[in-house]
């Protein structure tokens, strides 16, 4: 009886050591993965044998349970420097976050918390430009949520858009893409105390309807304004800068210009015709990558024939005068052209007409001038100055 018991007892040890190995050669071929030697899948806590897709399995039918390892935020974004971020192999790794109290999962750009089982109406508002240029001009716009209690934040933009910083964070940087499109929708789910809420903004491309229903992309700023500024509210950063026609480089800005001020220039703009429609961009186009200089048709039905156009109707009340002395016209909703007047050939590039009118190039060459279109607070049409003269610039998507 006692040599029974005593083997009985040598089985159970060898069980235990062969549960244990068996443990440990699962453990290796998770941190091996490719290993060929190493590929026994293992049930631990049952002799149930493992499913066919389990390499793992824990069973407890008492009180033991997998305790993952514990960090505090802290800890864990110290973990998460540039060489981790750059390691894809550390993608799905998780740690239970002993601040938020949550297990979370690390899926390569951020920590994904599994406390994200109930959804909050959001009572936040994202800030940051309803509209921006699309194409991208290569200027990232910032977007921001202001949830103080929040631990935890990931954003999500449109399809080629790109995040360039803050990830993460509760603010962001973001370009649209670089192709034409009319807007997406960017938003954040914030994490707090366990639940999470997603909040939302629409983004709109600027333009302008140069027909009653053909709708093209415009930038939202004049050539060689602050593009972080306000494109919508008149103001000094808004202004640009001011070229002669054909030329690559600006004569002059709000501020300061050549002088003295040069004659007219043999580049180009367009196809170096007087054709109205020609969509084309020389090699001296200033505008950014995928825009150009817009042609007299769409220049003149943006502007000059806005108030024909039945789709938006441009009333004398659109005129916006700042109180600081600012001034511009709004074509519809998402164009706005500041009043940023000309630099004139004849009195030595001297600005002229400053928030009083808006001159602005097109394309199309006009015998020895070249088209554009002017405004002021009560009139709009077209124009056929000299090349010399300094005008502003709107570039349109091609």
Not at 113 to 140: F, L, Q
Not at 146 to 156: I, K, Q
Not at 311 to 336: C, H, Q, R, S
Request: proline share 6%; hydrophobic share 35%.
């Amino acid at each position: 009886m006692a040599l029974f018991l005593l083997q009985k007892l040598i089985i159970k040890k060898k069980m235990k050591v062969i549960k244990i190995f068996l443990l440990i050669a699962a453990v290796a071929t998770l941190l091996l993965g490719n290993s060929a030697s190493l590929n026994a899948q293992v049930t631990v806590g049952s002799n149930k044998n493992p499913e066919k897709f389990s390499l793992l399995e824990l069973k407890s039918n008492s009180d033991k349970g997998l305790r993952l390892p514990q960090m505090t935020t802290v800890q864990r974004d110290a973990m998460a420097d540039e060489t981790f971020r750059a390691n894809t192999e550390a993608m799905g790794l998780q740690i239970f976050n002993t601040t938020t109290h949550c297990v979370e999962t690390w899926n390569g750009t951020v920590w994904i918390s599994a406390c994200w089982s109930s959804e909050e109406p959001c009572n936040n508002t994202i800030t940051g430009p309803e509209y921006i240029s699309i194409p991208n001009t290569g200027v990232a716009q910032t977007y921001s949520v202001d949830v103080p209690e929040a631990t935890s934040y990931v954003w999500s933009v449109p399809s080629g858009w790109t995040i360039t910083l803050g990830q993460g964070t509760a603010t962001i940087k973001i370009l649209p893409a670089t192709t034409v499109q009319a807007g997406g929708t960017i938003s954040v789910k914030v994490n707090i105390s366990g639940s999470n809420m997603t909040c939302s903004k629409e983004i709109k491309a600027c333009g302008a309807y140069i027909d009653n229903d053909v709708w093209s992309n415009f930038m939202c700023h004049n050539l060689g304004a602050d593009e972080t500024a306000d494109p919508f509210t008149p103001s000094q950063d808004i202004v640009g800068d001011y070229y002669q026609w054909g030329d690559a480089m600006p004569q002059g800005t709000k501020d300061s210009f050549t002088s003295p001020w040069p004659s007219a220039p043999g580049s180009y703009y367009g196809d170096n015709t007087n054709n109205p429609s020609a969509k084309v961009k020389s090699p001296t186009d200033p505008c950014p990558p995928g825009y150009r200089v817009p042609n007299q048709d769409e220049l003149n039905m943006a502007v000059v024939d806005a108030v024909f156009n039945s789709v938006i109707p441009k009333p004398e009340t659109f005129w916006v005068d700042d109180d600081g002395g600012y001034n511009g016209d709004m074509f519809g909703d998402a164009l706005f052209l500041p009043a940023a007047g000309y630099r004139g050939y004849r009195g030595n590039g001297a600005l002229t007409d400053y928030n009083l009118a808006g001159n602005y190039w097109s394309s199309t060459l006009y015998s020895t001038g070249a088209y554009g279109a002017n405004f002021d607070h009560e009139s709009q049409g077209d124009a056929s100055p000299n090349r010399a003269y300094g005008y502003s610039i709107r570039c349109i998507a091609q």
